[in-house]
């Protein structure tokens, strides 16, 4: 079975442009999740997708960040514009239940720099 | 979701076991205790999960005292491979709102030869 399928890698903007994430989750998971790790911090959550509906996006940032998932396929994760603080690695993780602790299957994640 | 406490850091040798002890005095009588394993450059994947007493897998053992206020992560000779950073998750299997996973700061694991 394939896994959950981050790209790109690696991104390295300049404050201000706009940068797309974009993860692909594990065939038939209906939730989709959303997480990042900025340098020196934990990894936290940013939104969950049951679907293509928004579950709880209360970690997201501000509104400079827009995640949808039409469809309830894949999801992308943009963030126009983008700021400095905005750096770190953005991780995607998909369920196919809602609450199992265990059943979390992570992407290798997206590492954003911006400079 | 109740809070985890575990070291900063531990080091190791290859063929050595490695028990990495989590502390989480608040946790409710609902939770589970879960342990996720993260490579450098990869998302943190699953490794052991328990209520009490003591799960073990092909990958480790989990040791849950009886009042569950801590538990430990045992890892059977552990290799170079082993390398990682260690998280301690505590939460409910099942719930009504938010599903979020909460990441304490991790224990980075290194082993040497």
């Known amino acids: 079975e394939a896994g959950v399928t981050q790209f790109p890698s690696h991104s390295v903007i300049e404050k201000g442009q706009t940068v797309t994430l974009r993860c692909d989750p594990i065939?038939?998971?209906?939730?989709l999740y959303w997480y990042r790790r900025v340098m020196g911090k934990e990894i936290k959550f940013l939104l969950h997708?049951?679907?293509?509906?928004?579950?709880?996006e209360s970690g997201m940032p501000n509104n400079r960040f827009l995640a949808e998932r039409t469809g309830g396929t894949y999801s992308t994760l943009k963030v126009q514009p983008a700021e400095l603080e905005d750096s770190g690695v953005y991780f995607c993780?998909?369920?196919?239940?809602?609450?199992?602790?265990?059943?979390?299957?992570f992407g290798s994640g997206t590492r954003l720099t911006v400079v | 979701l109740a809070k985890t406490t575990q070291p900063i850091s531990m080091d190791s040798y290859e063929g050595q076991e490695v028990n990495i002890t989590c502390s989480h005095n608040?946790?409710?009588?609902?939770?589970?205790i879960t342990w996720y394993q993260q490579f450098p450059s990869q998302g943190p994947r699953f490794i052991i999960q328990?209520?009490?007493t003591k799960v073990t897998n092909e990958v480790a053992s989990l040791f849950i005292p009886a009042d569950r206020k801590s538990s430990t992560l045992s890892l059977p000779r552990v290799s170079l491979s082993d390398t990682a950073v260690y998280y301690c998750?505590?939460?409910?299997?099942?719930?009504?709102?938010?599903?979020?996973?909460?990441f304490g700061t991790g224990t980075q694991l290194k082993v040497e030869l």
């Open positions: 993780a998909s369920s196919a239940g809602r609450g199992a602790l265990s059943g979390y299957t």
């Open positions: 065939s038939g998971h209906d939730n």
């Open positions: 997708f049951v679907k293509e509906s928004k579950q709880d």
């Open positions: 608040n946790i409710a009588t609902n939770d589970y």
């Open positions: 328990g209520y009490k």
């Open positions: 998750l505590v939460g409910p299997i099942l719930t009504g709102g938010g599903n979020k996973l909460t």
